[in-house]
């Protein structure tokens, strides 16, 4: 009987175990190569998690560039993020840095501060205008906005909002 490194035995041999416990982690969203490598090594030796990643990549599961794509359009369709932060998310899931560049070239940060302050406006109703400007613009700038992106989207909102 094998034992993995947590000494548990099985009839089934480690790299399945480590391949089938890949499938379900991507089975819950898409992740990056590095993602998957790390979360494997916690529970299998190194020689079955190179062969788990091996197979997982071999059958298009495991795919950095679909995943940084991925990450992108999902940023920008829920969660409005500016690109510098969304490439800084990418690199921290250990995606390498010319797929990062390209999968978010031509972002466009003044409309996804815009969508991103959009979402914010129901909870900026009443306030005075340096209140409504220092909250939203604060808000956005977290959010991985340059002061000019958030300057600009604050002052549009604000203009659109007494209209």
Do not use: C
């Amino acid at each position: 009987m094998a034992r993995d490194k947590l000494g548990k035995s099985s009839r089934i041999p480690e790299d399945e175990r480590a391949y089938g416990a890949g499938l379900r982690l991507l089975s819950y969203r898409p992740r990056s190569f590095a993602e998957v490598r790390q979360r494997l090594a916690r529970r299998f030796t190194t020689g079955a998690v190179n062969q788990a990643l091996a197979r997982l990549t071999e059958r298009g599961y495991l795919d950095d560039a679909a995943f940084a794509r991925f990450w992108r359009e999902n940023r920008e369709a829920h969660r409005p993020r500016g690109a510098l932060l969304v490439k800084q998310e990418l690199l921290q899931r250990g995606v390498a840095r010319d797929v990062v560049e390209a999968a978010t070239e031509g972002m466009d940060d003044e409309d996804s501060a815009y969508r991103a302050g959009l979402g914010r406006l129901r909870a900026m109703r009443g306030l005075d205008e340096a209140t409504f400007h220092r909250r939203l613009g604060d808000y956005l700038r977290r959010r991985g906005f340059n002061y000019g992106v958030a300057r600009r989207t604050v002052q549009r909102l604000w203009e659109e909002r007494e209209t």
